[in-house]
């Protein structure tokens, strides 16, 4: 299990559009993906936990990957989400 803990930049927050996106990305991989936030951990392969995470602009996060391509998944879904997740 790798983790990376990092701050949700884009203006918006996670709203549909950048969760749909990260949902996408993390169903490419065989490792469990998830966001954990306030306590609570969120499944990243779905778009309607992501939802519910109501991650806004500044928001402290932990991604966590586990699984056979845990390593790739961090870094690519980090840059992701480092880059404003596409806003």
Known sequence: MVSKNL??????????????LLSQ???????NVSIKFNGNSYDCKSVMFLMAACLK??????????G??????????????????GD
């Open 57 to 66: 602009c500044g928001s402290e996060i932990e991604l966590v990957c586990d």
């Open 25 to 31: 990305m993390a169903a490419g991989f065989d490792s």
């Open 68 to 85: 056979p391509d845990e390593e790739k998944a961090l870094n690519e879904i980090s840059a992701f989400i480092e880059a404003g997740m």
């Open 7 to 20: 701050t949700i930049s884009n203006e918006q927050g996670m709203h549909m559009r950048p969760a749909s």
